[in-house]
């Protein structure tokens, strides 16, 4: 099942100021069947009873299916990325987090910072709390706690990533985390593949099979550490590759049977 949320083009043509998190808060849960988005109510997660209205998804701006109190990714999870930043695989995961401010729908603009002269695209398989959870037990089934699985950029201003020596602050900027437009309730499989185009050029591709701590090793590892709320946003790690970007760059994440994120690449604003 492919769900996602929405805000009909007449709607977002009338409120063009919104910032993302408004854009979220006036935005539709659905369901995509057959070209056309079925409005659920509530959230993504839960009963998912129809309400009826529906749109063709060409009528719609899909917006960020999530709004997470936390956004919790993974570092080097592909021995060859974690080849190319020169260190070697990790013998247990490394999490880090990006604020909820860094948030921005499919679509949107990824406006490079002004204090940074190298930002990275990071193509990325996330996934999405549909269930609290604290300190699962061994024998617990984690797949009823992910809502579903969706495409995530990881953005990074490297420079400054490398110059501080830790993640926040290269991982954090405003729109440094476009995600969606759309979350697929299907676990994947290990040939699910992971790949990250820019203006049209693969310059990323992996496989969830080559991923050094799987999915449910991370689940289990970040659950274990802190309690996953609805919507909180988990990503896996990005294959070998990763690039710059510079303004006018057209960068684009397909994850095998989710779907494409894009995203387009500006300058810093005045």
Same mark, same amino acid.
């Given at each position: 099942?492919?769900?996602?949320?929405i805000? *009909?083009?007449?709607?977002?043509?009338?409120? *063009?100021?919104?910032? !993302?998190?408004? %854009?979220y808060a006036?935005?539709?849960?659905?369901?995509?069947?057959?070209?056309?988005? @079925?409005e659920?109510?509530?959230?993504?997660?839960?009963?998912?009873?129809?309400t009826g209205?529906?749109?063709?998804?060409?009528?719609?701006?899909?917006? *960020?299916?999530?709004?997470?109190?936390?956004?919790?990714?993974?570092?080097?999870?592909?021995?060859?990325?974690a &080849?190319?930043?020169?260190?070697?695989?990790?013998?247990?995961?490394?999490?880090?987090?990006?604020?909820?401010?860094?948030?921005?729908?499919?679509?949107?603009?990824?406006?490079?910072?002004?204090?940074?002269?190298?930002?990275?695209?990071?193509?990325? #398989?996330?996934?999405?709390?549909? @269930?609290?959870?604290?300190?699962?037990?061994?024998?617990?089934?984690?797949? *009823?706690?992910?809502?579903g699985?969706?495409?995530?950029?990881?953005?990074?201003?490297?420079d400054?990533?490398?110059?501080?020596?830790?993640?926040?602050?290269?991982?954090?900027?405003?729109?440094?985390? !476009? /995600?969606?437009?759309?979350?697929?309730?299907?676990?994947? $499989?290990?040939?699910?593949?992971?790949?990250? /185009?820019?203006?049209?050029?693969?310059?990323?591709?992996?496989?969830?099979?080559?991923m %050094?701590?799987?999915?449910?090793?991370?689940? @289990?590892?970040? &659950?274990?550490?802190?309690?996953?709320? !609805?919507?909180? #946003?988990?990503?896996?790690?990005?294959?070998?590759?990763?690039? !710059?970007?510079?303004?006018g760059?057209?960068?684009e994440? @397909?994850?095998?049977?989710?779907? $494409?994120?894009?995203n387009?690449?500006? &300058?810093?604003?005045?």
């Amino acid at each position: 099942m492919k769900l996602c949320r929405i805000q *009909p083009l007449d709607f977002a043509a009338k409120h *063009p100021s919104q910032t !993302p998190a408004e %854009v979220y808060a006036s935005s539709h849960a659905g369901i995509i069947e057959g070209g056309v988005v @079925r409005e659920i109510s509530g959230e993504i997660w839960g009963e998912r009873k129809p309400t009826g209205q529906q749109w063709p998804v060409t009528a719609v701006r899909f917006v *960020p299916p999530s709004w997470p109190s936390k956004i919790i990714c993974m570092a080097k999870n592909y021995m060859d990325h974690a &080849a190319e930043m020169n260190s070697e695989t990790p013998k247990q995961p490394i999490i880090f987090s990006k604020p909820p401010s860094s948030i921005i729908a499919p679509e949107d603009q990824i406006v490079l910072p002004r204090i940074s002269k190298r930002v990275d695209f990071e193509g990325e #398989l996330a996934f999405i709390i549909g @269930r609290r959870c604290s300190h699962p037990r061994p024998t617990d089934d984690i797949r *009823p706690y992910i809502a579903g699985y969706t495409c995530l950029n990881d953005v990074t201003a490297r420079d400054l990533q490398r110059l501080d020596g830790q993640y926040t602050r290269g991982k954090g900027f405003d729109t440094f985390c !476009p /995600f969606g437009p759309v979350v697929e309730t299907e676990h994947p $499989s290990g040939d699910t593949t992971i790949e990250t /185009f820019v203006n049209g050029a693969r310059k990323q591709s992996g496989r969830v099979s080559d991923m %050094v701590f799987s999915i449910e090793v991370v689940f @289990r590892w970040i &659950a274990e550490a802190m309690t996953l709320e !609805p919507g909180d #946003l988990i990503t896996t790690g990005t294959p070998a590759g990763v690039g !710059p970007l510079v303004a006018g760059d057209v960068v684009e994440v @397909r994850v095998g049977g989710i779907g $494409s994120l894009r995203n387009t690449v500006v &300058a810093p604003k005045d």
